[in-house]
């Protein structure tokens, strides 16, 4: 759009004077004002020309500005709140898991207290424009560079491909992906994007056969938590097969601790060698005694997590004669940018 200065000389007496005059109103605002009405003075058809020119122009320059924005788009759940915003930031895959590490791990003694708060010039979206924008990106203009939806309570995250659509992985694989990722300093960003999916793949999970929660009237106690059989090492994790010398019934809100079927429970508990931590999960398979199996998961307190800790590391140096932080600290060193698992 193009625009004229006019530039108007006046002796600063005559400036003070007619501004002394002049009420709720500056003299360039009073000029402004002056040139407006003589607009309004042109012919009619000449009036609504130049009108109908400068608003066209107007929203050439805005459609313009709107076709190089770059941004994602979140959806955010955390604390049994749901937030939907915009960031004009390059957040792709990667520079968005790792700042979901960065947050889940508090590592910076100022990191604030709900994910959102990680982006500071956010602007809020209704549902209705996520999901356009979420449209958008399978449309692949450019324009949305990616779309998440984030469930920090039960601890997924959603990441929408251009040609595959949504797919769903577990926060903390994607967190110990990242750590891997950019564990070595000197990586170029093509190898941490390799690194990266490579330590995803075979991590996803498929949305219709997610397990799903299981509740009791009461949680674990101490003397509830006991363990057997042998520690196996799946990646980053310690799976412990726990006994059930307790009212399962009560914690699971199952029915086995009955005559009524021959039903029992298979539960594992979890330790992460990353993160250095009891997982929040417990996994139990139901075993029918007609040979079915179903497959749950057990929602863990913090206070329950604290319980598991202790029995898992002496249950751990009875077993390898090694403690957890031992196990954690030989697993690191194993998984080194040294070794061949890393030079990708």
């Known amino acids: 759009m193009n625009s004229k200065d006019i530039t108007l000389w006046i002796d600063e007496r005559w400036y003070d004077a007619l501004s002394k005059h002049l009420k709720d109103e500056t003299l360039e605002e009073h000029l402004e004002n002056v040139l407006d009405e003589m607009c309004n003075q042109l012919p009619q058809r000449e009036y609504e020309r130049i009108s109908h020119e400068l608003w066209a122009e107007q929203q050439a320059e805005k459609e313009a500005r709107e076709a190089t924005r770059r941004f994602a788009v979140f959806h955010v759940t955390e604390g049994g709140s749901a937030d939907y915003f915009l960031t004009e930031e390059h957040m792709e895959f990667l520079q968005t898991a790792r700042r979901l590490r960065s947050y889940i791990r508090k590592a910076d003694g100022d990191a604030p207290a709900h994910f959102t708060e990680m982006f500071p010039r956010g602007e809020k979206l209704s549902r209705e424009q996520f999901e356009t924008y979420v449209s958008e990106r399978l449309d692949n203009t450019g324009r949305v560079v990616g779309a998440f939806d984030i469930d920090l309570d039960s601890g997924y995250l959603d990441a929408l491909n251009i040609m595959d659509g949504w797919k769903r992985f577990r926060i903390q694989d994607v967190s110990t992906a990242v750590?891997?990722?950019?564990?070595?300093?000197?990586?170029?960003?093509?190898?941490?994007?390799?690194?990266?999916?490579?330590?995803?793949?075979?991590?996803?999970?498929?949305?219709?056969?997610?397990?799903?929660?299981?509740?009791?009237?009461?949680?674990?106690?101490?003397?509830?938590?006991?363990?057997?059989?042998?520690?196996?090492?799946?990646?980053?994790?310690?799976?412990?097969?726990?006994?059930?010398?307790?009212?399962?019934?009560?914690?699971?809100?199952?029915?086995v601790c009955t005559t009524e079927n021959d039903d029992w429970l298979n539960i594992y508990a979890n330790y992460d060698l990353d993160a250095r931590r009891v997982c929040d999960t417990l996994e139990v398979y139901l075993q029918r005694g007609?040979?079915?199996?179903?497959?749950?998961?057990?929602?863990?307190?913090?206070?329950?997590?604290?319980?598991?800790?202790?029995?898992?590391?002496?249950?751990?140096?009875?077993?390898?004669?090694?403690?957890?932080?031992?196990?954690?600290?030989?697993?690191?060193?194993?998984?080194?940018?040294?070794s061949p698992e890393m030079q990708m």
């Not at 941490?192 to 991590?203: A, H, I, M, N, P």
């Not at 206070?303 to 249950?315: D, G, S, V």
């Open 179 to 255: 750590y891997f990722a950019t564990k070595k300093s000197a990586a170029s960003p093509d190898e941490q994007w390799r690194t990266f999916l490579d330590r995803l793949q075979g991590k996803e999970i498929t949305y219709e056969t997610e397990p799903q929660y299981l509740t009791g009237i009461r949680t674990l106690h101490a003397e509830d938590i006991s363990f057997a059989e042998d520690i196996i090492q799946n990646d980053n994790l310690l799976e412990f097969y726990m006994e059930v010398s307790f009212h399962a019934d009560e914690v699971f809100g199952t029915n």
């Open 290 to 338: 007609n040979g079915d199996e179903e497959a749950f998961k057990y929602r863990l307190s913090a206070e329950e997590q604290a319980l598991l800790l202790p029995r898992m590391n002496t249950y751990c140096q009875e077993y390898w004669g090694q403690s957890l932080e031992e196990c954690s600290a030989n697993y690191l060193s194993e998984q080194s940018p040294a």
